[in-house]
């Protein structure tokens, strides 16, 4: 049973505007979300994190909304660049627990 | 400041022989962890070394899977036999100490057992 679902495995947006993708989780236990993007053939990289005493977290065109009555985050990027396209994973840790809990991606596609 | 690096990149093997894995983490990073993604599913968390001790290896699949961590640097992890179901993407992570939460990946190592 997955703990963090990612439900859109895909998203095409144009260059210059807002691109939001969504994450959910089910444990409430967690209380740690971290947003992570990859390239082809590469690891996964560290883009943001929120703590669930927050509900948002912006880092340059990067910002991560977290609401925990729905158990929803979403990470918006403004505006968005072709740079920006590759799979987005959205991950999340427990209180007392670094290992991490993935969802299964979202592929971002930004065209010029 | 090198990031995680892992070895090999890539890795190609019968069902039945043996694979070994290697990840350095960053350095001075006391937490590594290894990771597996199965092709178009999601990262799978494998197991969690604090220095050179295990501290969860709740995800590890089956007693074909040994990892180790001698002397709390770099980690190795076999796959002894492998079979058909272990391809996937292999990834480590490392963070600082105490329960830094901010994991650091390698580019992983991409298994293929035929």
């Known amino acids: 049973d997955q703990q963090v679902k990612q439900n859109s495995p895909s998203l095409s947006v144009q260059e210059g505007r807002i691109s939001i993708l969504n994450c959910d989780y089910t444990?409430?236990?967690?209380?740690?979300f971290l947003w992570y993007k990859k390239y082809p053939a590469e690891g996964p990289t560290f883009l943001i994190s929120i703590s669930s005493i927050k509900d948002k977290n912006e880092d340059g065109r990067f910002t991560v909304f977290l609401n925990k009555s729905a158990k929803h985050l979403s990470l918006h990027i403004v505006p968005s660049q072709p740079g920006d396209s590759a799979v987005y994973f959205c991950a999340a840790s427990g209180l007392g627990y670094s290992t991490l809990t993935f969802g299964k991606g979202t592929m971002l596609l930004v065209s010029p | 400041e090198a990031g995680v690096t892992q070895f090999p990149s890539h890795s190609v093997i019968e069902k039945g022989q043996t694979v070994t894995l290697r990840c350095d983490p960053i350095?001075?990073?006391?937490?590594l962890y290894w990771y597996r993604r199965v092709m178009g599913k999601e990262i799978k968390f494998l197991l969690h070394f604090v220095k050179e001790s295990k501290q969860d290896e709740s995800g590890m699949p089956n007693n074909r899977f040994l990892a180790e961590r001698t002397g709390g640097t770099y980690s190795t992890l076999k796959v002894q036999p492998a079979e058909l179901e272990d391809s996937g993407v292999y990834f480590c992570?490392?963070?600082?100490?105490?329960?830094?939460?901010?994991?650091?990946f390698g580019p992983g190592t991409r298994l293929l057992v035929l």
């Open positions: 992570a490392s963070s600082q100490g105490g329960l830094a939460r901010t994991q650091y």
């Open positions: 444990n409430s236990m967690f209380d740690y």
């Open positions: 350095s001075g990073h006391d937490n």
